[in-house]
């Protein structure tokens, strides 16, 4: 069974630190992308991250770009999004999710495309 959890979120104040962890098992770590999306109250949800544990690149939606950093730890079989300089327009609950991909990726894929979903952490950026 695949199962992603989700840690670290909450309540931090504009210029802060946190972060996440996804700790996953149940599939093979190694051959799947794994991705942090978001979304805030009353949007959609959006790409954030994500880490090709098949190649080992790494992917940034523009406005994480320089802020935002995603490693993934194979002996734990976990995936970190370490963010920097938070702003409050980066409040939401940030999911983690993977997809089936042992050749790695062209593109950040859409939520859509994703195979498996954590159930999310809350996180509040205080201005």
């Known amino acids: 069974e695949v199962q992603l959890v989700e840690s670290g979120g909450g309540l931090v104040q504009a210029g802060g630190s946190l972060r996440l962890s996804c700790a996953t098992s149940?599939?093979?770590?190694?051959?799947?992308?794994i991705g942090w999306f978001r979304q805030a109250p009353g949007k959609g949800r959006e790409g954030v991250s994500f880490?090709?544990?098949?190649?080992?690149?790494?992917y940034y939606a523009d406005s994480m770009k320089g802020r935002f950093t995603i490693s993934s730890d194979n002996a734990k079989n976990t995936v970190y999004l370490q963010m920097n300089s938070l702003k409050p327009e980066d409040t939401a609950v940030y999911y983690c999710?993977?997809?089936?991909?042992?050749?790695?990726?062209?593109?950040?894929?859409?939520?859509?495309?994703?195979?498996?979903w954590g159930k999310g952490t809350l996180v509040t950026v205080s201005s």
């Open positions: 999710a993977i997809l089936n991909s042992p050749f790695g990726i062209e593109t950040m894929p859409p939520s859509s495309g994703m195979d498996y």
């Open positions: 880490i090709s544990n098949s190649d080992g690149r790494t």
């Open positions: 149940g599939f093979t770590f190694n051959t799947y992308t």
